[in-house]
């Protein structure tokens, strides 16, 4: 099974940006479409953004225009950029195929003040 290591979270001010980091055990990304997930406090989780295999990057409206998925080259590993955080914002985030497969990593808080 695929082990997944999220990173990068932190609390911030509204407004401001953060990068996570997804890393992955193996080569997931040239068999799978990965994403981003998040699961506010007292909320399920949600997929937030799906890096598909050869094809653009899809998103949640709620995250539209300010967040961004990428694979980081030669590496296992992809990113999300967050922009313009809002403190809608304010969840554990964790990386995943899509759909989700094997286990969760320990995902990674975000905690935007406003």
């Known amino acids: 099974q695929v082990q997944l290591v999220e990173s990068g979270g932190g609390l911030v001010q509204a407004g401001e940006s953060l990068r996570l980091s997804c890393a992955a055990s193996e080569n997931i990304f040239i068999r799978s479409a990965m994403g981003w997930y998040r699961q506010p406090p007292g909320n399920q989780r949600e997929l937030i953004a799906t890096?598909?295999?050869?094809?653009?990057?899809v998103y949640a409206d709620s995250v539209k225009g300010r967040f961004e998925v990428f694979k980081i080259r030669d590496e296992n590993m992809m990113a999300l950029q967050m922009n313009s955080l809002k403190s809608d914002d304010t969840a554990v985030y964790y990386c995943?195929?899509?759909?989700?497969?094997?286990?969760w990593g320990q995902g990674t808080q975000v905690t935007v003040s406003s």
């Open positions: 890096l598909p295999r050869g094809s653009p990057a």
């Open positions: 995943n195929q899509v759909p989700p497969r094997g286990p």
